[in-house]
């Protein structure tokens, strides 16, 4: 589920309306879905989306009903699932057919005849979006971006079930490492053929596959195309954040300070996420507001990181991160010796 920024984007709207009433009381209860959904009680996050949503008569963000009902199928109540999906598609308009389909969390309801409507409206939506793009190009990196982003959710969906360093979690890690292999020549020969394709030309989705591919690169490939990158932001082509979010993984290959805390490390023995190394951590939030990016305090929420530079500091020291390849680093506190993992954000 996107508790978590790199793994997909939905555009923040309501499903009905915007929050009228009550936005303490819907505000409260989402926080509180949210941690419940961390701690890996799915049945009382739903139970809390639901109650934000009666809070507010019914109404509420596409984001957060999209979470509840992968809470609810997380639960095996796939009617209330539906519920939520046939909300945020029939009301909301909601278009984002590779988030969904790579959606782990909605699984159980693959089988259901229900889903197959879900997702042909979707497709719907979509294609009628779709209408002025590169068609060709676009199909393609529609493949790429399933290929990249489903693996790496499935992943997660075993960590966060207690499978970190698992039998299961290595073959899935590796897993990654081979197919990004695989999708990297299929996205070069497209920057290589069209430059940096915008938003205009391929959609949000397509420009998006295009920066995940090369963030998932190796540091000479993201070396080659950082400077088409920083020209496709100039010419309205590309994000600032996206933008923000390569610097941090090259700087952090190059010298092992990263810019803009977008990297964050996790301690191999007991899961716990960091942020890795920066470059003038007091200003962060500063360099991140001028690209767009939100501070850094609610960004590292998602790995259950309480920002402070007291903590970022003190985090480090338990690590001792060693210069980093530019990969997720899942550091050992008794060794220290590292080990190389797939890229999630």
């Known amino acids: 589920m996107k508790l978590r920024i790199l793994l997909t984007s939905v555009v923040l709207a309501w499903s009905v309306a915007a929050i009228a009433q ?124 399933v290929d990249d982003q489903f693996p790496r959710r499935v992943l997660m969906s075993i960590e966060k079930s207690g499978g970190l ?71 309205g082509k590309a994000s600032a954040s996206s933008l923000a979010l390569l610097e941090d993984r090259v700087s952090l290959r190059q010298i092992n300070k990263q810019i803009y805390g977008s990297q964050i490390g996790q301690n191999y023995f007991t899961g716990a996420y960091y942020v890795l190394p920066m470059d003038d951590p007091e200003n962060v939030n500063k360099r991140r507001a001028a690209v767009g990016l939100e501070p850094l305090e609610g960004y590292v929420k998602q790995w259950g990181i309480a920002w402070s530079i007291e903590h970022y500091y003190k985090d480090l020291e338990m690590n001792k991160v060693p210069s980093s390849p530019g990969i997720r680093r899942l550091t050992p506190i008794k060794d220290k010796v590292t080990r190389p993992f797939p890229a999630v954000n």
């Open 165 to 235: 360093r698992s039998a299961r979690w290595e073959a899935k890690a590796k897993e990654i490492m081979r197919q990004d292999s695989l999708n990297l020549p299929r996205i070069t020969k497209i920057l290589d053929q069209y430059g940096w394709l915008g938003k205009e030309e391929i959609g949000i989705e397509g420009n998006r596959t295009l920066f995940l591919v090369i963030q998932h690169a190796d540091i000479k490939t993201q070396e080659k195309y950082l400077p088409m990158l920083r020209a496709a932001v100039i010419s």
């Open 22 to 145: 009550t936005p303490n009381a819907y505000d409260l209860n989402v926080k509180l879905a949210e941690q419940y959904y961390r701690s890996g009680d799915f049945l009382k996050a739903a139970q809390s989306y639901s109650q934000a949503f009666f809070s507010n008569k019914n109404l509420g963000l596409i984001t957060d009903r999209y979470k509840a009902a992968c809470c609810w199928a997380m639960t095996n109540e796939v009617d209330s699932s539906f519920y939520q999906l046939e909300k945020i598609v029939k009301t909301g308009f909601y278009t984002n057919y590779h988030e969904i389909v790579t959606e782990p969390d909605l699984i159980v309801l693959h089988n259901d005849s229900r889903w197959k409507n879900i997702i042909m409206t979707i497709k719907a939506l979509k294609d009628k979006e779709r209408e002025n793009l590169n068609l060709p190009v676009v199909a393609a990196l529609d493949s790429v971006y």
